[in-house]
């Protein structure tokens, strides 16, 4: 069989006309008109109070970090079972990543043990939604407001997601969006910082702009501009604002595509799961989730490497993933543990990310599942 690629970024067919657009209007550093658009855009989708473009998911929880007045020695909790930049963005204020195990069934931080990981040096709470799949906000904002901590949502995967109705990224006081090439919404590179305490959004628009005030200067709100703050560069440019416009206006339809695909990972690998076999995605109710990924779990990290193998030969390319944090060489050295890591060991080990976008056809699926059938017997 043809070999299917784990991911192929989709384009909607409007992003060259956009950026020739931007050429033409030859406004190329950032917030302009197109940038405009899509903070709008995300305003408008979250119901944040600021919604900021940054060139990275990554800068958006580097700019957390600093709102956060994240000093040296401050804990931040999250959880091991996550990207890199989730806790880098912290260690470069000199905070120490605390990890929390995760659950089960979502793989997202378990939120009945994060009370016992909090100390008199804790400041956030930094939850991951896996998969664009949310995390358990109600109970963890509760936990942040009895410990006056702020909860930053690291909802890279999130977009388009709900948790009880409201969308991920715009829950917690602050959150992070990201566009890179292997998410569902892309820019190539990119992300986006929401601003839901109107208490960060003057400070937040400062950080990103080197610690300048040229926000508010060209809002005509102060007469000059100049240095005020720390900060660093955090804007994309507007060839990426227009190439990420074009994926916005598609969002609802690219969102439908890839819930197909995955409802129909999950219909047809219902009976090997029924067959004891490997184990699918759980999604909680009141979660509506964006099939940012598809992934089964194995009985073992033998099983999943054979499989892994035995796709490979059949021209299937599929990932694992997470490299917990903490057992990693920076983790161990940055952060800590907050208690047992069990359930972050085992899925790490077990875990197996099946190809999932948009022009996948639902005949490469019934492939790709045949062959993990083939494996089984
Ligand atoms: C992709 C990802 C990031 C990093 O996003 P960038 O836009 O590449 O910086 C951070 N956290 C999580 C959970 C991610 O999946």
Redesign the pocket.
């Known amino acids: 069989m043809d070999s299917i690629p784990f991911n192929k970024p989709y384009m909607t067919g409007r992003e060259l006309s956009y950026i020739a657009q931007a050429h033409a209007h030859r406004h190329l550093s950032g917030d302009g008109i197109f940038t405009k658009k899509c903070h709008a855009w995300l305003g408008a989708r979250s119901g944040a109070h600021m919604a900021l473009l940054t060139h990275?998911?990554?800068?958006a929880?580097e700019m957390a970090a600093i709102l956060a007045e994240i000093k040296p020695g401050d804990e931040v909790i999250m959880p091991s079972y996550?990207?890199v930049?989730?806790a880098n963005a912290f260690v470069l204020r000199g905070g120490v990543p605390v990890f929390v195990d995760i659950r089960p069934d979502t793989l997202n931080i378990d939120e009945t043990m994060i009370e016992e990981a909090i100390t008199s040096r804790t400041k956030a709470i930094v939850p991951?939604h896996y998969a664009g799949v949310a995390c358990e906000m109600d109970v963890i904002m509760d936990i942040a407001k009895r410990h006056n901590l702020l909860v930053i949502e690291?909802a890279?995967?999130g977009i388009m997601s709900t948790y009880k109705g409201r969308p991920l990224g715009a829950i917690g006081h602050l959150g992070a969006y990201?566009?890179?090439e292997?998410?569902n919404i892309t820019a190539g590179?990119?992300?986006a910082m929401l601003v839901n305490d109107e208490r960060f959004a003057e400070r937040a628009e400062i950080i990103r702009e080197k610690g300048t005030n040229r926000s508010q200067f060209f809002r005509g709100q102060v007469d000059k501009y100049t240095w005020v703050d720390i900060g660093s560069s955090y804007l994309t440019g507007e060839v990426i604002a227009a190439f990420l416009w074009a994926q916005m206006e598609e969002a609802e339809a690219i969102t439908e595509k890839r819930l197909a695909i995955w409802k129909h990972y999950h219909d047809a690998l219902a009976p090997l799961e029924a067959a004891g076999m490997l184990r699918r995605p759980i999604i909680p109710d009141g979660c509506r989730h964006n099939a940012h990924m598809y992934y089964i779990r194995l009985e073992s990290l033998e099983k999943r490497n054979e499989l892994i193998d035995r796709l490979s030969e059949r021209g299937v390319n599929t990932v694992f993933h997470y490299v917990p944090l903490h057992s990693s060489p920076a983790g161990r050295k940055y952060g800590k543990c907050g208690g047992s890591m069990h359930v972050t060991d085992q899925v790490s080990s077990c875990l197996l990310r099946l190809p999932l976008f948009v022009e996948m056809h639902k005949g490469d699926v019934d492939k790709i599942v045949g062959e993990i059938e083939r494996w089984v017997r």
């Open positions: 990275s998911c990554t800068a929880l996550t990207f930049s989730t991951v690291d890279a995967q990201s566009f890179h292997t998410k590179e990119g992300g």
